[in-house]
């Protein structure tokens, strides 16, 4: 891991930008802490980290006020990463059914989703691995946001991550249902009652397939980008009970 | 109202005990209040006050700790009050079907439930006009618990209630689903995923049907009586935020 730059921003928050093998990364730590601190991991949608910015700091922020580093990574594909045509075909193919007011069939969603998940989680593994070994980072590690199908195999194959905050408005692939079986950490998961892009049953089905003892469904009006701010605070509320 | 009883209990909460017509009802106030508060009804089944008079005084404690004056009342036909013929029918043609494990029919639901609603909601309005007169009580008011009908009714019929936490875990007549429609105020719906005796895509379709334009539904592990202490704790930071 090499950091690429280092900022203070308000709040007394630090934030670092990092490469790792390759790929661009970000680390917010609360500058204040004395001791190592717990660790979430904030997914995102394969939208670019510069495009994400705002909103991720935003959560970096408010994590980094209840005592939490934060960090996060560009995913294959994205961002200033090669472009992979396998997923661009699939976005492509997503698109046109969409715009054609098709229903997205299961073989374009796993087109989408799973070369993703198999190319990201090992990413994520291996950034964990440099992040814990860092004197300010701590432990123990959360995961938060989405792409909902990352946090699901990340809590199956990653005995670090000991609480999951998915947000379910992606895309699920059936065989992650499966998987989802397997989950057992406390998890938080947001949906957005009238996401725009998203099946609300789907969406349900896997909230009831996991296999954790404690899960909360928060659901809330709106779109998919209409998450009421309450709803960060209630899922900062969970990391601080579990990972604390 | 006649207050029948007074009683200063631990954590600077006062409990009142009160008739008004012949039907008893607790009033739990902070202490400490130097000016008047915001009400919070308490709902519950109709068990009986005494049956339910542990929990009931924990979520007054809660409340009075967030600043808030809370009340409740005895339901028709349970407690001290008389015995209500109609209502124990309902309830015995209850047990019978689910004891022979068939399904509760929309009539024994209706029976159950309607009378219950058309006689209940104008008490509770009888008791907020005497609650709201008392110079340590201001507003606004919220309703919090169930009989989620009785919650429902309440929120439309009573402009005075400005905010319902309603526990979507009693059977809910059809009719009800229509009066949920014309719900506008804020809502906390809570769900319990395995509760035993409640229909959880009824509870998803109540939740679907609510007009109000900001509702969330928490959902969480467990059955009827398992609500986890972390919802009681978001229920109440939901009134801080739309009663404060």
Known sequence: MRFTS???LGDGLLEREFTLGGIPGILWTPASASAPVPLILLGHPPLGL???YPRLVAR?????AEGFATATIELPGSGDRPRWPVVEQARADLRRAMEAGEPVSGEIVDALV???VDKAVPEWQAALDVLLSLPEI????GYSG????IGIRLAVVEPRIMAAGLFAGSFVPRAMFEEARQV????HVLLQWDDEGNDRQAALDLFDAFGSKEKSLHAHMGG?????QFAGEAAARFFTRHLK
Chains 1, 2 share one sequence.
């Open 184 to 187: 057992t950490v406390p998890l």
């Open 6 to 8: 280092e900022q203070r």
């Open 138 to 141: 701590g432990g123990p590690v």
């Open 50 to 52: 510069c495009k994400m």
């Open 60 to 64: 970096a922020r408010h994590s980094a």
């Open 224 to 228: 998919h980008t209409g998450v009421p």
């Open 114 to 116: 799973l070369p993703l």
């Open 146 to 149: 989405g792409v909902i199908s």
